[in-house]
């Protein structure tokens, strides 16, 4: 069994994108910029911010944080991502959710230019990407990938499981195992699968993204299987000073003696996700995707 160490590969893909931004600066090229909007004090958010805020700096990207109170109206959020819309100063920019009530999401990524949706929740960016075109992937389903093509793991013809249909991770994720490339046979399970254990032991390659802590136990896995745990439950825990435990989709101590490969939470996935951002931006700062 080998462990996935998310960190190491986002430490390692980190220190890519910074030795390609000295170059872009040494070049005199434009210094990348990332803008994040928060709106509220969610706590989970504000660390996530921070975090995003913080690899922007070790990268040497600037960043932005636009921080809103809980009661700004849809409108005024709306004038505000305008601004950066139009700012040609900001390559990409996300606004972080969960979002207060009385915001439609779904009207606010919409309001994003798709072109510096770094995010890549924009509807364009969806669509391009199950087609296989040029746009931004959205963070998890490309560190996943990313995990998965940095270890080598065969993909071609195997079967590829993925627990959840989420539009930000199962539905993506299952749209780029399956193209070209990658070349898995892609089945996605979710809450009104009937078999969901016969089906998890055929596959290959198991994507565990449902949000419930230990779900997958050893009796549902094949020997020799690479398992990916995209599951972030903070579960109450009096082991820990802050009072939880990350907790992932998958029974790990039990399941990880039968795998080829499998991620640990935290440190598989996790770490990934922040990076994918960073490469997005990036792109978007060189203009590779989008003029
Ligand atoms: N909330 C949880 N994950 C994400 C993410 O990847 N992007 C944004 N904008 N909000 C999130």
């Known amino acids: 069994m080998q462990l996935i160490d998310g960190k190491f590969i986002?430490?390692?893909?980190?220190?890519?994108?910074?030795?390609?931004?000295?170059?872009?600066?040494?070049?005199?090229?434009?210094?990348?910029?990332?803008?994040?909007?928060?709106?509220?004090?969610?706590?989970?958010?504000?660390?996530?911010?921070?975090?995003?805020?913080?690899?922007?700096?070790q990268v040497g990207f600037k960043s932005t944080k636009l921080a809103f109170e809980a009661d700004i109206t849809e409108d005024e959020l709306l004038k505000e991502i305008d601004k950066l819309?139009?700012?040609?100063?900001?390559?990409?920019?996300?606004?972080?959710?969960?979002?207060?009530?009385?915001?439609?999401?779904?009207?606010?990524?919409?309001?994003?230019?798709?072109?510096?949706?770094?995010?890549?929740?924009?509807?364009?960016?969806?669509?391009r990407m199950s087609i296989g075109l040029p746009c931004y992937v959205s963070a998890t389903p490309s560190?996943?990938?990313?995990?998965?093509?940095?270890?080598?793991?065969?993909?071609?013809?195997?079967?590829?499981?993925?627990?959840?249909?989420?539009?930000i991770v199962g539905k993506p994720v299952a749209s780029l195992m399956m193209q070209k490339g990658l070349d898995a046979t892609v089945t996605v399970c979710h809450s009104r699968t009937k078999n969901i254990k016969e089906i998890c032991r055929e596959a290959d390659i198991i994507i565990a993204a449902l949000g419930k802590p230990e779900f997958l136990t050893a009796d549902m896995v094949k020997d020799g299987v690479t398992i990916i745990d995209v599951g972030t439950t903070r579960v109450p825990s009096d082991k820990t000073k802050t009072g939880f435990k990350l907790t992932g989709d998958v029974k790990f101590d039990e399941v990880a003696p039968k795998c080829a490969f499998i991620t640990p939470v935290p440190g598989g996935v996790g770490p990934m996700t922040i990076v994918s951002l960073l490469k997005n931006t990036l792109l978007a700062a060189k203009k590779e995707v989008y003029k």
């Open 10 to 57: 986002a430490d390692q893909v980190k220190s890519e994108i910074a030795e390609e931004v000295k170059s872009m600066m040494a070049a005199g090229k434009k210094q990348p910029h990332l803008a994040v909007i928060i709106v509220g004090h969610d706590g989970g958010s504000e660390t996530y911010v921070a975090h995003k805020v913080k690899s922007c700096a």
């Open 143 to 167: 560190g996943i990938v990313e995990l998965i093509k940095r270890y080598k793991i065969e993909t071609s013809g195997k079967n590829c499981v993925i627990i959840g249909r989420s539009n």
């Open 85 to 127: 819309n139009n700012d040609d100063d900001v390559d990409g920019f996300i606004v972080q959710l969960p979002l207060p009530k009385h915001i439609s999401e779904q009207k606010v990524i919409e309001a994003i230019n798709y072109k510096k949706d770094v995010d890549g929740f924009h509807p364009i960016n969806v669509g």
